[in-house]
């Protein structure tokens, strides 16, 4: 069964709304979670990763102010798209790491398909 | 920073044989997965390879050669559900799946 869900899994919006995404691991707890964009035809870009009880890390050209990212729990980390536009409909998928020892393969969520109006 | 290179699409037959490959240039490569992601879904883990050499599983085999940046996914005996995009990651020492640009792979029956 899955082991990482994503809430919600489709959103539409209005410009200028914020949006909260929940990223849920169901069977283990991570101390590390990864956020990914997708857009249309087009592969994963790493967008951040969230780290259980201190900020997390952006990549390079990724706006800390506008993606929000919280993980307040082993168990949970949001994402949230503040004043959204138009530009940042897109498909936002998290990820979390196999386990502590493991070769780092991640399990994906289903994903959020953002539309903003 | 890391540079991954892959065919943006490939066509084969249902029945067939396909290869597709990826070329990187990273620093504290570890190894490389390949996933398989079906249009509006999550990717799927399909392999890891650290050494040099081929893997086999199952219809899908993965190849990696260090020395030269090189690693390939064959698929055989192809099926319609094969039809895909198929993504390339070296995993670096800074514990972060970087993707390359995916391959959309279309099978024709």
């Known amino acids: 069964g899955a082991v990482v869900s994503q809430h919600p899994s489709r959103v539409i919006c209005k410009s200028g709304t914020s949006v909260k995404i929940e990223c849920r691991s169901l069977d283990f707890q991570a101390t590390t979670m990864f956020w990914y964009r997708q857009f249309p035809k087009q592969s994963l870009m790493l967008m951040a990763t969230?780290?259980?009880?201190?900020?997390?890390?952006?990549e390079q050209g990724v706006e800390k102010d506008k993606f929000l990212i919280n993980h307040a729990s082993l168990t949970l980390s949001t994402l949230t798209v503040t004043s959204a536009h138009p530009e940042d409909s897109s498909f936002y998928i998290c990820s979390r790491p196999r386990g502590k020892n493991s070769y780092n393969e991640q399990f994906f969520g289903p994903g959020t398909r953002l539309t903003v109006l | 920073g890391q540079n991954i290179d892959q065919p943006t699409e490939m066509t084969a037959t249902e029945g067939a044989i396909v290869q597709i490959n990826c070329t990187y240039q990273?620093?504290?490569?570890?190894?490389l997965f390949w996933y398989q992601q079906h249009a509006g879904e999550a990717p799927t883990f399909l392999s890891y390879?650290?050494?040099?050499g081929l893997e086999e599983k199952g219809r899908f085999s993965s190849f990696l050669s260090r020395s030269k940046g090189y690693s390939y996914l064959l698929l055989k005996e192809l099926q319609m559900k094969d039809s895909a995009s198929y993504l390339c990651?070296?995993?670096?020492?800074?514990?972060?799946?970087?993707f390359g640009t995916g391959t959309r792979l279309q099978v024709f029956p």
């Open positions: 990651a070296p995993y670096t020492n800074t514990d972060k799946l970087i």
């Open positions: 390879n650290v050494l040099d």
């Open positions: 969230s780290n259980e009880g201190s900020k997390a890390t952006y």
């Open positions: 990273t620093s504290g490569f570890n190894g």
